[in-house]
């Protein structure tokens, strides 16, 4: 029954991905913020489906410390989930991520509508700069900037390193941090195909105030939040 779940649910985004895509094409000649508005119904759309369809629902702690004012989420990634989670219970945001992911047919087109802040990793200083020049533009036209720290989908119950780029831009800009936990990985792994039925927990930090701090300071208070957070949730 859990993969006969997961095939739907796998199927079903295949069938509405492409159809959401070529419509959200439609929202180019809109502002960037009425754009994601648009784009972001496919991620509400899809958790009321990944609920019925695999019995994963979720929690938020924390909701009284979302941010009223543009500021940076730095989350902990597992999996899949978590990129659906945060369009539906944070304020409009955008992304630092690969650029690759751009190419893809249909999810990537939709994605670059949503003013990304898609980097190329292996250009190291050139990109920091991106993420900073970039970073800063996003969050004065009113958008939260979104950064996976560790830069890649860890598997539940390990830790990535966490990367200096999203305290580097919190350090220019003097905006506060937003802290994110979660165990979401539990029971959607990392490139799992089966999505097991239960309760995935988000938490969500108190501002991390960033004026006045170095990028290592606000990176390492990100880090003892997240990780001690992560521990808590496990039991």
Not at 26 to 52: E, N
Not at 67 to 77: A, D, G, L, Q, T
Not at 191 to 198: L, R, V
């Amino acid at each position: 029954m859990l993969l006969i779940r997961s095939l739907f649910f796998l199927l079903l985004q295949i069938l509405i991905t492409p159809v959401f895509a070529l419509l959200s094409l439609l929202s180019f000649p809109c502002s960037r913020l009425t754009r994601y508005r648009i784009i972001s119904l496919w991620a509400k759309m899809m958790l009321p489906i990944l609920r019925v369809v695999c019995g994963i629902r979720h929690e938020v702690k924390g909701i009284e410390n979302l941010p009223k004012e543009p500021c940076i989420v730095m989350c902990k990634h597992q999996s899949a989930w978590e990129t659906l989670a945060l369009q539906k219970i944070f304020p409009p945001q955008v992304w630092v991520l690969k650029r690759e992911l751009l190419w893809i047919p249909f999810f990537g087109w939709a994605l670059a509508l949503t003013s990304p802040i898609a980097i190329k990793r292996s250009e190291g200083r050139a990109a920091a700069r991106q993420l900073l020049t970039q970073g800063k533009e996003r969050l004065a036209q009113g958008f939260c900037v979104v950064i996976f720290p560790e830069g890649t989908r860890v598997p539940y119950g390990q830790r990535g390193k966490y990367k200096i780029g999203g305290a580097l831009l919190a350090a220019s800009s003097g905006v506060p941090v937003i802290p994110v936990a979660h165990n979401a990985g539990r029971l959607w792994g990392r490139n799992a195909f089966s999505k097991h039925p239960g309760l995935i927990t988000m938490s969500i930090g108190a501002p991390i105030q960033t004026q006045g701090l170095k990028a290592d300071e606000i990176n390492a208070k990100v880090e003892a939040w997240i990780e001690n957070e992560i521990q808590t949730l496990a039991h």
